[in-house]
């Protein structure tokens, strides 16, 4: 039988292993799509958080968030990210950390809740649809809240009447699809290598 602190030392080690994952991930193999960029990040905080808790899904989401600052800040996430950045430099990158760390907890929150209830596959199934919602749903909500002059003219320019229309059609409407499909898709290897993370931590 494990002691604590062998259990401690495996969680440990997971947990620097996933962060080096999204690290990666999001440095390496973020796609270019529309105004800004897809990523295939999510998927290791979704891992994480159903493993080790809502907490563990915070600091891989806050580190995901880390990441994508250090890109805005030089321009490879793309030029709306970096005009929102120099519209509002704090803010653009407070708003970087906070959707990614919420993306996280909410994942491992509902995943927590649903476990508790003995209705595991579910839990999966809704942490990984959520994680993608949070995420986006924050940035919207925020570019809505605090970016209202600098959309309005970025919806001049590509010809949209509405502020509202252009933010979800053109700033996030593609990039969202195609991160919510992929999390989706991944749903049966993400259950395929929770099961096998915890037969292993369970020996």
């Known amino acids: 039988m494990k002691t604590k602190h062998t259990q401690n030392i495996r969680r440990m080690v997971s947990m620097a292993i996933l962060i080096a994952i999204v690290i990666i991930l999001q440095a390496a193999i973020a796609i270019p799509l529309g105004p800004f960029t897809i990523t ?3 998927v290791p905080i979704i891992i994480g958080a159903i493993i080790y808790g809502p907490v563990a899904g915070a600091i891989l989401g806050g580190i995901f968030g880390i990441v ?4 805005v800040v030089t321009g490879a996430a793309g030029l709306y ?3 929102m950045f ?4 704090v803010l653009t990158l407070a708003i970087c950390i906070i959707k990614g760390a919420a993306a996280g907890l909410v994942s491992g929150l509902i995943y927590k809740l649903l476990a508790a209830k003995q209705h595991n596959k579910l839990g999966v199934i809704l ?7 949070v995420n986006t749903a924050i940035f919207a909500i925020a570019l809505l809240a605090f970016y209202g002059n600098l959309t309005t003219t ?3 320019e590509n010809s949209y009447a509405s502020v509202f229309t252009f933010i979800i059609m053109f700033m ?3 990039n969202f699809v195609v991160e919510f499909a992929i999390n989706v898709l ?6 395929t290598i929770i099961k096998a993370v915890k037969r292993q931590i369970s020996r």
């Open 40 to 42: 295939l990040t999510l």
């Open 172 to 174: 996030i409407g593609l």
């Open 68 to 71: 994508v600052c250090i890109q």
């Open 86 to 89: 120099e519209y509002s430099p």
């Open 186 to 191: 991944l749903i049966p290897a993400v259950l």
């Open 154 to 156: 970025w919806a001049m």
């Open 81 to 83: 990210s970096f005009m």
């Open 127 to 133: 942490s990984a649809i959520a994680c993608p919602i």
